[in-house]
């Protein structure tokens, strides 16, 4: 290939841009940042950081950046840092702040989107930390289809107190025991103020750990970027070798689409369901799938679920932390082991320019003698997967249960309505929530909430009042990955829609059966027509701003939340 050729390929979008011809303009403002002739036929690679200062999970990652941003130049490239939002979720979690969470995925994706491309940068790397940022950010580079990169800001490293580990959801867990009076003020204060030690995403299998890893396995970030905490010398060492793989890319012309395909989001989702995942990959990956001009449905995620053991002993259902993940051989020997057993798609091409099965060659074997984190699939926690999709009359077009078997797999109870999630922390307080009670939240959807709130701050205060084996809960909101217990969520159609969970009495009967995966509202089907036909939809909470918007242009949960289609 020629040199010139070469060039062209490389330098792709922004060639156009800073022809002289084209627009002097823009050279002249690229010469006023501080490039040079030289620069000017190099690739100019968009580094997006969703670093703030307001949040663990994303304090370092304007750090991060600089240390990409020194690859990219080392590998004769120009490298260009821009900044997107972030919402923390463990901070929003049980206040209005959280109806933002959910959007801001979709606001992440479209600034990435419209920096990138109004920029005409040639390829995009994410530098991302909290929840939403790895959905938001491949969404956008399936969008755009250039040259891109995720690189994960790490995990947290575990808080200590009175000789226990800690994570963000022993604080919320923390505030249900103070409810049942089983915890001194002292140690309430003290689980509070140690739970969390610095930077990073909140370390167990929760949403962000959930995203990361399988986003790895998708083939969109390095081996073992979702292994290496946030503050781990090896996170930096990631950073800087993003610049000899974003070449490599572009030498390519290796894109997202070449990347997520059919295979390869089975190939993140059977991770998803190995290491007991957050529910809310469900719809985020059936976003990131839309984004890419694929269709993945609940039904497809459940036959992945079928067929995937759930073999990992991690919060929160479990013992460990991702933390300790990294010292059994990281993300890439559990993928390597799930390969070895003929679960993983080996030929699906990576950020690397490799295929999942050549990087895999160089990857670590679990030792199952001298590690008890992940089990062989003949001692798997579950034979299926933990992710439950659920139908039935209270959830026509479905609902998301995280059963990992621990919880049973059938709860028959009567119905305790809650309109708002904070009813829940009000009824437990007073001693109201009881054993045999379905806990009900509604209105807490996309568009009721609005923004598809999540549930952590019950669900812990549930567990931690010691009920969470005695009562179960739905909603039509969502859960975070901290979750767990016998709960259903992203229950469709909605109730600010109609859906039948919005007819549902006080003291009516529920059943949720994991085994037929059908959640059941023993009412006739004249009742539920009697209900319906007296049912008037509820005004919008908001007709303006970022949440009035996306009441008016928000899918279902069962279609990925998405906020792009009309």
Same mark, same amino acid.
């Given at each position: 290939?020629?040199?010139?050729?070469?060039?062209?390929?490389?330098?792709?979008?922004?060639?156009?841009?800073?022809?002289?011809?084209?627009?002097?303009?823009?050279?002249?403002?690229?010469?006023?940042?501080?490039?040079?002739?030289?620069?000017?036929?190099?690739?100019?690679?968009?580094?997006?950081?969703?670093?703030?200062?307001?949040?663990?999970?994303?304090?370092?990652?304007?750090?991060?950046?600089?240390?990409?941003?020194?690859?990219?130049?080392?590998?004769?490239?120009?490298?260009?840092?821009?900044?997107?939002?972030?919402?923390?979720?463990?901070?929003?979690?049980?206040?209005?702040?959280?109806?933002?969470?959910?959007?801001?995925?979709?606001?992440?994706?479209?600034?990435?989107?419209?920096?990138?491309?109004?920029?005409?940068?040639?390829?995009?790397?994410? %530098? %991302?930390?909290?929840?939403?940022?790895?959905?938001?950010?491949?969404?956008?580079?399936?969008?755009?289809?250039?040259?891109?990169?995720?690189?994960?800001?790490?995990?947290?490293?575990?808080?200590?107190?009175?000789?226990?580990?800690?994570?963000?959801?022993?604080?919320?867990?923390?505030?249900?025991?103070?409810?049942?009076?089983?915890?001194?003020?002292?140690?309430?204060?003290?689980?509070?103020?140690?739970?969390?030690?610095?930077?990073?995403?909140?370390?167990?299998?929760?949403?962000?750990?959930?995203?990361?890893?399988?986003?790895?396995?998708?083939?969109?970030?390095?081996?073992?970027?979702?292994?290496?905490?946030?503050?781990?010398?090896?996170?930096?060492?990631?950073?800087?070798?993003?610049?000899?793989?974003?070449?490599?890319?572009?030498?390519?012309?290796?894109?997202?689409?070449?990347?997520?395909?059919?295979?390869?989001?089975?190939?993140?989702?059977?991770?998803?369901?190995?290491?007991?995942?957050?529910?809310?990959?469900?719809?985020?990956?059936?976003?990131?799938?839309?984004?890419?001009?694929?269709?993945?449905?609940?039904?497809?995620?459940?036959?992945?679920?079928?067929?995937?053991?759930?073999?990992?002993?991690?919060?929160?259902?479990?013992?460990?932390?991702?933390?300790?993940?990294?010292?059994?051989?990281?993300?890439?020997?559990?993928?390597?082991?799930?390969?070895?057993?003929?679960?993983?798609?080996?030929?699906?091409?990576?950020?690397?320019?490799?295929?999942?099965?050549?990087?895999?060659?160089?990857?670590?074997?679990?030792?199952?003698?001298?590690?008890?984190?992940?089990?062989?699939?003949?001692?798997?926690?579950?034979?299926?997967?933990?992710?439950?999709?659920?139908?039935?009359?209270? !959830?026509?077009?479905?609902?998301?249960?995280?059963?990992?078997?621990?919880?049973?797999?059938?709860?028959?109870?009567?119905?305790?309505?809650?309109?708002?999630?904070?009813?829940?922390?009000?009824?437990?307080?007073?001693?109201?929530?009881?054993?045999?009670?379905?806990?009900?939240?509604?209105?807490?959807?996309?568009?009721?909430?609005?923004?598809?709130?999540?549930?952590?701050?019950?669900?812990?205060?549930?567990?931690?009042?010691?009920?969470?084996?005695?009562?179960?809960?739905?909603?039509?909101?969502?859960?975070?990955?901290?979750?767990?217990?016998?709960?259903?969520?992203?229950?469709?159609?909605?109730?600010?829609?109609?859906?039948?969970?919005?007819?549902?009495?006080?003291?009516?009967?529920?059943?949720?059966?994991?085994?037929?995966?059908?959640?059941?509202?023993?009412?006739?089907?004249?009742?539920?027509?009697?209900?319906?036909?007296?049912?008037?939809?509820?005004?919008?909470?908001?007709?303006?701003?970022?949440?009035?918007?996306?009441?008016?242009?928000?899918?279902? !949960?069962?279609?990925?939340?998405?906020?792009?289609?009309?």
């Amino acid at each position: 290939m020629q040199a010139t050729e070469t060039t062209t390929r490389l330098n792709k979008y922004s060639a156009t841009l800073t022809q002289e011809i084209s627009n002097p303009a823009a050279q002249a403002m690229l010469y006023g940042v501080g490039l040079t002739e030289e620069d000017m036929a190099k690739p100019q690679i968009g580094i997006a950081s969703t670093g703030y200062e307001g949040n663990t999970c994303n304090m370092h990652l304007n750090g991060l950046s600089v240390y990409v941003k020194q690859g990219i130049q080392a590998n004769n490239m120009v490298g260009l840092i821009f900044n997107t939002i972030g919402v923390s979720d463990g901070m929003t979690n049980g206040n209005d702040g959280m109806r933002y969470s959910l959007p801001s995925r979709d606001l992440i994706a479209d600034s990435i989107e419209s920096v990138v491309s109004a920029q005409w940068y040639d390829g995009v790397i994410t %530098v %991302v930390g909290c929840d939403k940022n790895m959905p938001g950010a491949i969404m956008a580079m399936a969008r755009l289809d250039r040259p891109g990169i995720m690189v994960y800001g790490g995990t947290i490293r575990s808080g200590h107190y009175k000789g226990k580990k800690l994570d963000i959801v022993s604080a919320f867990e923390a505030l249900g025991k103070r409810f049942a009076g089983n915890i001194s003020d002292e140690d309430f204060k003290g689980v509070v103020q140690n739970a969390i030690p610095g930077a990073g995403a909140c370390g167990g299998m929760y949403t962000a750990n959930t995203m990361a890893s399988s986003i790895e396995a998708m083939g969109l970030s390095l081996p073992f970027s979702s292994s290496y905490p946030a503050t781990h010398e090896g996170k930096q060492e990631e950073c800087k070798k993003i610049g000899v793989a974003m070449k490599r890319l572009l030498e390519m012309d290796l894109k997202p689409r070449d990347i997520i395909t059919k295979k390869s989001l089975e190939n993140a989702l059977t991770l998803v369901m190995a290491l007991g995942g957050s529910t809310n990959a469900t719809l985020h990956y059936i976003a990131i799938a839309r984004a890419a001009g694929l269709s993945l449905t609940l039904d497809e995620i459940q036959a992945i679920s079928d067929r995937t053991p759930f073999i990992a002993d991690l919060k929160p259902s479990g013992k460990y932390y991702m933390e300790d993940v990294l010292e059994i051989g990281g993300v890439p020997a559990v993928t390597k082991y799930l390969y070895q057993e003929g679960l993983i798609h080996g030929d699906c091409m990576t950020v690397t320019g490799k295929t999942v099965a050549e990087n895999l060659a160089e990857a670590p074997d679990l030792n199952f003698e001298t590690q008890k984190i992940i089990f062989p699939l003949s001692q798997a926690i579950k034979k299926t997967g933990h992710i439950q999709i659920m139908y039935g009359n209270l !959830a026509p077009t479905g609902a998301v249960a995280k059963i990992t078997g621990k919880e049973g797999l059938r709860f028959d109870g009567t119905a305790k309505i809650c309109e708002h999630e904070s009813e829940i922390i009000d009824a437990l307080a007073k001693g109201e929530i009881l054993p045999g009670h379905v806990i009900v939240i509604r209105n807490a959807g996309p568009k009721g909430g609005p923004g598809m709130s999540e549930m952590l701050k019950p669900t812990s205060a549930v567990i931690g009042a010691g009920l969470g084996d005695k009562v179960a809960l739905i909603t039509d909101g969502r859960f975070s990955g901290g979750t767990h217990g016998f709960v259903v969520g992203h229950i469709t159609p909605e109730a600010f829609d109609g859906g039948p969970i919005a007819l549902v009495k006080e003291g009516d009967r529920i059943t949720i059966d994991a085994e037929t995966r059908q959640l059941t509202l023993h009412i006739s089907d004249e009742e539920m027509a009697e209900r319906r036909s007296q049912w008037q939809q509820p005004a919008p909470s908001f007709t303006r701003g970022v949440l009035g918007r996306y009441i008016r242009s928000v899918k279902s !949960a069962s279609e990925g939340c998405v906020t792009d289609e009309m």
